[in-house]
C-alpha cells in the first residue's frame, strides 16, 4: 500500500500568494525569529542591572552607550542616590555614579567603571509607526538579561512618573515589561534604541510605555555640556497631535503635527502669555512647532526674554507674547 507524502509547503489562503510573496508562516516565523536573535545577540552585552552599592532601594536596568562606561536608565532607578552598581550580562559588577539626574523625562546618566565597554546606539524615535515590532531588554523582577517583544502601539502619549510628575510625548508597546524593566533599552529590528523603559500602567495588561530615543539624546546632550538639563518654565502639560488635513491647508501651515495644551499652571508663563487648554501650538520664536521635543528644544535656545508662541485656537492662527519665566 502506498503512502502519500506530506509537502512541508502550506498553500495560503485560497491558494493564492500571501502578502509576503508567498513566504509561508514558518518562514515569516522565522525571520522574525532570526531578527530578535541578532538584536539581542548584538544588543544583551551593552545591558546592564542598576541597584544601589549597599542594597537598599529597588533595582533597574540600564545600557552603554559609550565604551568609557556613560550609560543610560531611569530617573526613579537611581532614585536619588549618587553611587550604585552596575551588573553587567556576564556578571561583573562594576561601580557607577550618577553624572546627570532630570526626573521630567524620568532619564538619568550613569558614568560606569571601565574601559572598551560593549555599547548600543541611539536610533530615531521619531521615525517609529504604529506596528512596528520592538524589542525589551532588562532585569524584570531581578531576572537579569530578559527578552520580549511586541509592537508599538501609540506615539505622543502622556503620562504621570512614579513620583506624580507627567512624562510627555512617551512610547506605548506591547513588549511586556515589569517593575526592574525600567531604564533598559526599547530597541527596533536593526538594534537601535528607539526608548527607554519606564513603566507599566496598573490594571492595564499588556501596556508598556518608554521614553522615546530623541528626548534621551537630548537629556544626554544636556547633562554632558551643561551638567544638567537647562530648561525655560512654561508652565504647561501638552501631547503631540495631527493637525486635521483640512485646518493645515485653510491656515497654510507648514507643519503636519502640533503640541496641544492638556494643562496650564496659574503660577506659570504659559498662563501670564494667556495660552488656554486645547490650544495647538504650532511655532516659537519663528520655528516651526511639532511635537513636544521640538518644544523642548526651542525652549533651550530663545534667550531669557519675551517670545512669540504661535497658536490655533478655535480654528484661527494667533500669535501670543510668552514672557520670561
Partial sequence: MAIERVSDERPTS????????????AELLDAYST?????VGATLPSVVTVAGTTGRGGSGSGFLVQPDGLAVTNSHVVGGRSELTATTAEGDR??????????????????????????????????????QLVIAIGSPLGLQSTVSTGVVGGLGRSMR????????????????????????????SRGRVVGVNTATVA????????????????????????????????????????????????????????VQVVEVSTSGAGHRAGLRPGDLIVGL???????????????????????EVEIVRDGRLTVLALPAG
Fill in 14 to 25: 485560497g491558494g493564492q500568494p500571501n502578502q509576503s510573496g508567498g513566504r509561508s508562516d
Fill in 35 to 39: 531578527a530578535v536573535i541578532d538584536v
Fill in 94 to 131: 562594576l561601580p557607577a555614579r550618577v553624572l546627570g539626574d532630570d526626573p521630567e523625562t524620568d532619564v538619568a546618566v550613569l558614568r560606569i567603571a571601565g574601559t572598551d565597554l560593549p555599547t548600543t546606539r541611539l536610533g530615531d524615535s521619531a521615525a517609529l509607526q504604529l506596528g
Fill in 161 to 188: 512618573g512614579y513620583e506624580g510628575r507627567l512624562i510627555e510625548n512617551v512610547v506605548q508597546h506591547s513588549a511586556p515589561i515589569n517593575p526592574g524593566n525600567s531604564g533598559g533599552p526599547l530597541l527596533d
Fill in 203 to 258: 490594571m492595564a495588561e499588556g501596556l508598556g510605555f518608554a521614553v522615546p530615543a530623541n528626548t534621551v539624546e537630548w537629556v544626554l546632550t544636556e547633562i554632558l555640556e551643561h551638567g544638567e538639563v537647562r530648561r525655560r518654565r512654561v508652565g504647561i502639560v501638552g501631547s503631540t497631535v495631527v493637525l486635521p488635513r483640512q485646518l493645515s491647508r485653510s491656515l497654510d501651515l507648514l507643519g503636519d503635527h502640533a
Fill in 285 to 307: 520664536a519663528g520655528r516651526i512647532v511639532e511635537s513636544v521635543d521640538d518644544l523642548h528644544r526651542l525652549l533651550t535656545r530663545v534667550a531669557d526674554e519675551t517670545v
